[in-house]
């Protein structure tokens, strides 16, 4: 009974989510909505980690199987995939060193300015 409350508890957030998104005409994803309010409720004190620990492992330890339907979808739309396969595998490739770079330079300057370090 413990998980299906807190399970409901995350999918209320969830709901909530999607109302905003319909409601506001701001072109956030559903599901951005959601995790702002649950980060909220959370740091607030509102809701205690305790009431969505136990499933949110639950949910994390499964995602891995959530992207199956994602790449046999993927799988099926080869035919139209295969003519930009190239041009896509290169602005993939160049994205990730991108993010990795810039998130490299980010925390070098978080962590030099958290010892108070300046250049």
């Given amino acids: 009974m ?3 409350k807190q399970f409901l508890i995350i999918l209320a957030i969830s709901l909530i989510g999607e109302i905003l998104k319909s409601v506001l005409p701001l072109p956030v994803p ?3 909505y959601g995790m702002v309010i649950l980060f909220v409720l959370l740091l607030t004190g509102v809701l205690k980690l305790e009431q969505v620990r136990d499933v949110g492992r639950f949910l994390i330890e499964i995602m891995p199987v959530m992207f199956i ?6 799988m099926s739309s080869w035919k139209v995939l295969e003519p930009v396969l190239l041009p896509v595998s290169v602005i993939t490739v160049i994205t ?3 993010v990795m770079g810039a998130t490299g330079i980010v925390s070098q300057m978080i962590i030099k300015h958290s010892k108070g370090e300046t250049k």
Avoid: E
């Fill in 2 to 4: 413990k998980y299906l």
């Fill in 30 to 32: 559903a599901s951005i």
């Fill in 69 to 74: 339907p994602a790449g046999v979808g993927l």
């Fill in 96 to 98: 990730i060193f991108t």
